[in-house]
């Protein structure tokens, strides 16, 4: 493990790696939140508008205001979302730009253990939101095997690989999720385990997509060829590799959902 920062500085990259991971968790989410439709939303680490597509796309909302420190991520998100009409702004979870009671519904998905101070994180979308409206997100769950890369992470930190971690790992926590929504203060707090497969065609797809992941990929792509090949032989020979070549894996995440009082 390491203290430097995980960085997303490319948005394509991100969207192979995990936006797709992440609109197979939002369409589930997005049932379980069961919105009504004309909402205005705040959708916090938008990244690369992976969510926030969703919410256009299923959900009608009057607006959507995302932000993100990333700039490669909101650029990305720019055009993806392009003719939407949504607010994208390059901003941090714990100082959201918006007024006191000024959305909805403000969302987080796979962001939570990426905030420094996940408390604050909470307690500014709980202040963004208006009475009655709902404060939710949801986030891997690192700690129960539910990570899609957790067997790539744990054998390149076994190979002697440093790599950096999200710094509040621990906020993926379901029980921690659950005292973070009480100390906002938001009530009829609610929870629920998201469970999604995905398949790559076969090991080179699932290959180039981990090279372009933000946490592994730089490691990876520093390796010698020899040791690239090397670790690559081990890796594969983890995955439960198909007749075809395919390989489907599983990921669950941890979605919690509370409101904001009147
Ligand atoms: C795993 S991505 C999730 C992106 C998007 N929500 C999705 O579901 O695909 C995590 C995102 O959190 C963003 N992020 C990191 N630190 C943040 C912070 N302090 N406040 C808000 N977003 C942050 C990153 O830039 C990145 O885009």
Redesign the pocket.
Known sequence: MSNDQIR?EDGASYERY??IW?QLVAAKFLTWLAPQQGLSWLD?????G??TEMIFKQHQPSTVTG????PA?IAYAHQRLDGYGATLYEA???NVPLDDNSVNIAVM???IF???EPAKGVAEMARVVAPGGTVAAYTWDMFGGGFPYSPIQKAITEAGVTVPYPPSIEASRMEVMHELWLQAGLSNIQTEVISVTRSFVDFADYWETVLGAPSIGPQLNAMSASKQQAFQAQIRATLPLEANGQITLQAHANAIKGVVAR
Do not use: T, W, Y
């Not at 932000?67 to 990333?70: L, T």
């Open positions: 997303f995990m936006g992440s916090v680490g938008c990244g690369n992976a969510f932000i993100d420190p990333a991520q941090d979870a714990q998905p796979l962001v990426f905030v420094p």
